[in-house]
């Protein structure tokens, strides 16, 4: 039913071109009619001008031929046109559905769900539909034509004989019913399990440097093999169904061929059927096999492409846990403050933060510290709406976040991360990504501002320098450096820096602290959450956390006075 259920669905993907598809039909059947009259031209040549000595015929059949070969030439020729063009546009939609798709679901999805099998879906299993709309529907329905109309014609010819040649059908079916489930049942782990090696495989290559330095190769080594060689064994169960399916045709339908051979001779004998009838007969029976074993094949591609279709479907079906309201709205600036009210928030079971609550003013700069685990960078994640509070709210200027449109919300922030996310392409691509129509004398001024400016005229190519995957070519301090530019060029009237300086140098980290303190504007709320004394000790506000909750919140120096946790924190800094 689930099968049947994706099948349909992706038709419904070809009704915008159904006038491709209906001329792609309709030069199917016209194909499929053409290679119909072969056999009946055997059996003319043979009853008529072999017999007769008819030679002007043959001359006649033999122009006929060529003519009647160029014609299901033509005829091919736009029916794969048209239906690669309908297919392609189908597969395209449906890639940029699924990748659009993806870019909405919210932050858990990812975490529950491993990159590798996202990646395979939109890689692999797209390409297994796209086989399907390019040659497997098509394919399977001239097979079906040509197998159809094979038999017909035998009936005309003798439908005693055809009758007996009908019994051996029924065996094929079941022989392909049998088998397609074992080949469905094996597609489906396969491409599970091709997931698993991507997401391995990507593990390596995005982790090599730990997994080198810790000499733990053997470790990754053995698991990739366990999970390759499961690879191998569920290859091999698809491989040897596949194997055996179409010799079991072959089989089947050679035995009813004996049979039909030792009927149809009896019929020429005794004057029933001409010779010619009995060749015509069983060149029609071997244009009907071929059929047979080519929609033996198209079922199993059939089969592998919608359960590809099914993981497609199974991501497009999974709908965001955080959207947009209907009442939500748009929101241009911050003039007030942020307040967070009461929060509860757990996930997995575990409760991060509770009884959480924090006014930050418009102009305030403030910092949030304590141990790993405390909730800190929950807090951005609930601002940014990645996730929804269990209990209580954010309100941006009075307005609770939730009724605002997160496009919005999220544009009144900038976000610097720990690990700094510096995309493909060149560093001017890379600080444009904060502002896509900002002029080349602003993204510099962003770069200044950064202390970015001063490393990135020194590269070979300036500003169009190509930083490689993921800017393997520049250093920690250099990506943060960049990725802070990004954040000043979007100019947003709150700034998060999420550990942005844990893992850097003290002069990079001077350099993040003079753009801190001296190149963001008074009017912006700039949100430290920083394990570091020297980040966050001249900041407006400190807040303390702790289990989830708040311990003490003040300046560094009345922390240091009156919260004893703090200076257990902070104290041995000084």
């Known amino acids: 039913m689930i099968k ?167 065996l094929v079916g079941l022989s392909i019913d049998y088998l397609g489930k074992k080949i469905r049942g094996a597609s489906h782990l396969l491409q599970s399990k091709t997931a698993v090696l991507t997401q391995l495989i990507e593990r390596t290559v995005s982790g090599i440097k730990i997994i080198q330095s810790y000499v733990s190769g053997h470790y990754e080594v053995e698991k990739f093999e366990k999970e390759n060689e499961l690879n191998f064994y569920l290859a091999m169960k698809q491989a040897k169904a596949k194997a055996l399916l179409t010799p079991l045709v072959e089989l089947v339908s050679s035995v009813g061929l004996t049979i039909m051979i030792w009927f149809g001779g009896r019929e020429v004998v005794f004057g029933k059927l001409t010779p010619g009838g009995l060749v015509a007969f069983l060149g029609y029976i071997a244009t009907a096999a071929a059929p047979l074993s080519h929609i033996s094949n198209g079922i199993q591609s059939l089969q592998q492409s919608l359960a590809s279709a099914e993981r497609i479907f199974e991501i497009l079906d999974t709908a965001p846990r955080i959207q947009d309201l209907p009442e939500s709205v748009p929101i241009h600036s911050v003039n007030q403050e942020i307040n967070l009210k009461d929060i509860y928030f757990s996930y997995g079971g575990e409760v991060i933060l509770k009884n959480f609550s924090l006014q930050i003013p418009k102009g305030e700069k403030i910092g949030i510290v304590g141990p790993s685990g405390a909730g800190k960078t929950t807090l951005l994640n609930l601002l940014l709406r990645f996730y929804d509070p269990d209990q209580g709210r954010i309100e941006v200027d009075g307005v609770d976040i939730r009724k605002i449109k997160m496009s919005s919300l999220r544009q009144q922030i900038g976000v610097v991360l720990q690990d700094s996310l510096v995309l493909g392409g060149t560093v001017r691509e890379n600080i444009l990504y904060g502002n896509l129509n900002a002029s080349m004398d602003e993204v510099i001024d962003a770069a200044q501002r950064a202390h970015a400016h001063e490393f990135i005229v020194r590269l070979e190519n300036s500003y169009d320098t190509d930083l490689g995957d993921l800017g393997k070519r520049l250093s920690g301090g250099q990506k943060q450096r960049i990725a802070i530019a990004r954040a000043l060029l979007k100019n947003p009237p709150i700034l998060v820096l999420d550990e942005a300086t844990s893992s850097l140098d003290p002069e990079s980290e001077d350099y993040i602290l003079d753009t801190i303190h001296n190149h963001i504007g008074k009017d912006k709320i700039v949100i430290l959450i920083a394990h570091s004394l020297r980040m966050v000790k001249d900041l407006d506000r400190i807040v303390l956390i702790k289990d989830g909750e708040i311990q003490d919140i003040g300046a560094h120096q009345e922390l240091l006075k009156n919260s004893s946790y703090y200076y257990q924190i902070f104290g041995r800094d000084l």
């Open 4 to 170: 049947g259920k994706s099948l349909f669905r992706l038709l419904n993907y070809l009704k915008p071109y159904g006038g491709l598809v209906a001329g792609a039909l309709i030069m199917g059947i016209l194909g499929a009619g053409i290679s119909l009259i072969f056999p009946w031209l055997v059996k003319i040549i043979i009853d008529r001008v072999l017999i007769q000595k008819d030679l002007l015929l043959l001359l006649f059949i033999t122009f006929g031929i060529v003519f009647i070969f160029f014609i299901k030439g033509l005829t091919s020729y736009i029916q794969n046109l048209w239906v690669s063009k309908a297919g392609f546009r189908v597969i395209t939609k449906l890639r940029s559905e699924l990748y659009q798709h993806i870019y909405s679901l919210s932050a858990s999805f990812f975490q529950e769900n491993p990159t590798g099998d996202i990646i395979s879906r939109m890689t692999n299993d797209v390409t297994n539909i796209q086989n399907l709309f390019s040659h497997t529907f098509m394919n399977i329905f001239m097979d079906l034509l040509i197998l159809i109309g094979s038999i017909g014609v035998c009936f005309y010819i003798n439908w005693k004989l055809t009758t007996l040649s009908i019994v051996v059908f029924p």
